[in-house]
């Protein structure tokens, strides 16, 4: 067993009764912290390693429930982009990987994720079909991270019909598309042995590694694919990831093809449960939140990704006073250009506050933080998560507090979601391990990871010309 004390610092539980220690201290043994409190550690336990911290805010990691690490080279990608521009557009810059540049996509996002304070994510991965080879790739680069993940295997075996235009495309494109095979489906049955086969070798990894079923979007996958999804999530007590309703476009459709929302097609299919956790979930009506409230399902909001794509803001007020569970997530890099949570923070508590005149009704600071740690928890399955309190898992940050937006200390909470911007991180420790020590990720070397990711990026965009082609085509007739 390994012991590490964390002593002398401000701490910031959590908890039940919602702490803060102003020089307090964490003991964690093997992964877990077996005592917080308001003094110096008087134990008898001597630890194999003390951490001072002095001038330093302790907190619950954050949860970034949404993101995408096939998406991690594409910070600052296009702009004033439509939806489906966006999307046929990142289809040619994240297709066709081998295995190593997977790995190369995963190692930078998690550089991102670490170094701003995050220890855990769900990762909806990948945009395309996959192979067995590919998740074991995506999934043994997150367990060299360190970090704690949820892979969502993202699939569809349907048409993604929310991103063709409603004219139909000339021929000689929709001919060079089938030649590229871009978005091609993939088939439920091809699925079933695929999901079944990795989630039986890798779900609980480690400790830290989980695998979800996880529906690009209901919308383009069939009702037999959302009942495998619901048939692989209850006999291996896994969750279930999606996207839900991120476009005006896919509720209409989903109206058109089921003659409900889709929220209550999932409702109807017998299959809307606790289990799933559904990043944007903008466009629902009020039969909707309360249905994902009365079945506890979770709503990742990405008020970020929405806001730079256009495609809406999530009715977060109003599903926070409903009961619904929310979550947090940065989306991909593709979308949001980076992995800092605390900005996505910040917009979830203030994207909706001019618009709303009674104050009581504003998303506070602390509504905010409790959905980049408990809501994600939730999303992950992972009670415990996201609290400095003895029996949960020693997933923790330490902020530097001689930072200019830390002086003086006023209120942690509100500092956290409305000042702290990632820079202050010095320390990460995840499962009880430090990853990030002095700003600097000990899993892997990233200065390594850079050159790598500059060479594959360039290697893509050769190799990948003919998507890029295509797709370029595409995002000119959608609108």
């Known amino acids: 067993m390994t012991t590490t004390l964390i002593r002398d610092a401000t701490i910031l539980t959590l908890d039940a009764a919602e702490r803060i220690f102003a020089r307090g201290h964490v003991l964690v043994r093997d992964g ?3 005592a917080v409190g308001d003094d110096d550690y008087a134990g008898p336990e001597v630890p194999d390693r003390t951490l001072d911290g002095a001038s330093r805010l302790v907190a619950p990691g954050l949860i970034n429930a949404h993101t995408h690490s096939q998406s991690s080279t594409m910070a600052g990608f296009g702009d004033r982009l439509s939806h489906p521009a966006f999307m046929w557009l990142t289809q040619a810059h994240t297709s066709r990987r081998t295995p190593d540049e997977i790995r ?4 930078l996002t998690a550089w991102g994720l670490m170094t701003s304070g995050t220890t855990a994510a769900i990762d ?23 970090l704690r993940v949820a892979l969502g295997m993202r699939f569809f075996d349907g048409a993604f019909s929310d991103i063709f235009p409603d004219a ?15 978005l091609k489906p ?50 291996h007590d896994t969750g279930i990831h999606t996207h839900l309703l991120e476009t005006r476009r896919q509720a209409a459709l989903a109206l058109e093809k089921y003659g409900e929302t889709a929220v209550r097609h999932l409702e109807t299919l017998g299959v809307l449960s606790a289990r799933w956790s559904c990043a944007h979930s903008i466009w629902l009506d009020d039969a909707d939140i309360d249905l994902l409230a009365a079945r506890g399902a979770v709503a990742v909001l990405n008020p970020e990704s929405n806001a730079r794509i256009g495609t809406g803001l999530a009715r977060a007020p109003e599903m926070l006073r409903r009961g619904v569970t929310l979550a947090l997530g940065t989306d991909g890099a593709s979308a949001n250009d980076n992995m800092v949570l605390h900005e996505a923070m910040r917009a979830v508590a203030t994207s ?6 009674d104050r009581s009704r504003w998303i506070t600071a602390r509504d905010a933080l409790r959905m980049a740690t408990a809501g994600g928890a939730a999303a992950l399955r992972r009670p415990g998560l996201g609290t400095i309190a003895p029996g949960a898992p020693a997933d923790l940050a330490l902020y530097r507090l001689d930072a200019p937006w830390w002086v003086p200390l006023n209120d942690p909470v509100a500092q956290l979601v409305f000042a702290e911007t990632g820079g202050a991180v010095d320390t990460v420790m995840i499962d009880g391990k430090i990853v990030v020590e002095n700003r600097k990720v000990t899993t892997f070397d990233t200065q390594a990871l850079a050159e790598e ?14 998507l890029f082609d295509v797709a370029t085509e595409i995002a000119g007739v959608v609108p």
């Open 32 to 34: 877990t912290i077996v």
């Open 104 to 107: 190369l996509a995963v190692l």
């Open 124 to 146: 909806h991965f990948p945009g395309q079909r996959f192979t067995a080879a590919d998740m074991d790739a995506v999934l043994a680069a997150w367990e060299e991270t360190g």
């Open 168 to 182: 139909p495309l000339p021929d000689a494109l929709r001919d060079r598309m089938a030649q590229v095979e871009i």
């Open 186 to 235: 993939q088939g439920v049955d091809e699925l079933r042995d695929l999901m079944t086969d990795t989630i039986a070798r890798w779900h609980g990894r480690a400790g830290r590694l989980s695998v979800f079923p996880a529906p690009s979007n209901p919308d383009r996958c069939t009702d037999a694919a959302l009942l495998l999804c619901a048939e692989l999530a209850e006999r």
């Open 352 to 357: 909706h506050r001019a618009g709303e005149q």
């Open 453 to 466: 990711v500059r060479a594959m990026t360039r290697s893509l965009r050769k190799r990948n010309a003919d």
